[in-house]
């Protein structure tokens, strides 16, 4: 019997997630896709602008949202075997899911044993594009990639070029697109890493996001930096704010 047909071992497998709910999809080639969110705990990423703290708070309880699209939540326990992540997702109608996070590619033994299981769902994989090897086990399972740059400028971090030069090398082949968030601090160096992206993968689609909320004079100096973009990789890339903040969603 292959390891992930043991029920003793699915039993034993556990996820942490934060929460479960369904609501529009506000980022992304997606965006207005009525989806279900599975968002997974932990990320050894600290951005800045992470609009998630829970991700690295000690928390001991996840919360579901107890009818669809209603954003009204009861708590459930932190871990989820596979059988009881599927229980719950039986509960909403939509066969479109969103693996967010945190970084729920930190969690890719349990998403080996989980993605197999899920029958007729479409999948969209959102991650931070630094988890190169953990990606490639669970590729083939996944709809589209939504696939982070990480800017120092605005994260805050380390530079992540050569790890998202070598994820991007990976998601090209299939179905993605590449978000980059941003802010009135975009470096001129950090262009010019960005263009050499778009250039070495022309038909993958670049969005840029600018980190919100943004005051309107910050706002026009993302717009300046864009236009250094779409000038010269006008069929490549996007400039889509996160629409589910202007709607008041979830």
């Not at 001991?60 to 107890?66: H, P, T």
């Not at 719950?88 to 729920?104: C, D, H, I, K, M």
């Not at 998601?171 to 950090?190: F, G, Q, R």
Request: hydrophobic share 40%; aromatic share 12%.
């Amino acid at each position: 019997m292959l390891r992930g047909q043991d029920p003793l071992f699915l039993e034993c497998m556990k996820s942490k997630l934060i929460e479960i709910f369904s609501s529009i999809q506000g980022e992304g080639l997606w965006i207005g896709k009525p989806q279900v969110f599975v968002r997974f705990k932990g990320c050894r990423l600290q951005c800045s602008y992470c609009d998630t703290p829970l991700t690295h708070a000690a928390i001991f309880q996840s919360r579901v949202e107890k009818k669809p699209f209603s954003g009204i939540f009861q708590s459930q326990p932190l871990e989820y075997t596979v059988d009881q992540l599927n229980c719950e997702l039986q509960n909403f109608s939509v066969r479109s899911l969103a693996l967010t996070g945190g970084e729920p590619l930190e969690q890719v033994d349990f998403l080996q044993e989980w993605l197999p299981t899920l029958n007729g769902y479409e999948i969209l994989l959102e991650t931070s594009g630094i988890e190169v090897a953990a990606y490639e086990k669970i590729a083939s399972f996944i709809s589209i990639t939504s696939m982070d740059i990480k800017i120092p400028s605005a994260t805050k971090e380390k530079p992540c070029w050569d790890l998202h030069y070598q994820f991007l090398k990976l998601t090209a082949k299939k179905s993605c697109y590449v978000k980059i968030v941003y802010d009135e601090n975009l470096l001129l160096e950090e262009k010019k890493e960005i263009a050499a992206l778009i250039d070495a993968y022309p038909p993958v689609i670049f969005i840029f996001q600018p980190v919100s909320p943004l005051r309107q004079r910050n706002l026009k100096i993302c717009f300046n930096h864009f236009d250094y973009f779409s000038k010269n990789f006008s069929q490549q890339v996007r400039l889509i704010p996160q629409v589910h903040k202007f709607l008041s969603i979830l």
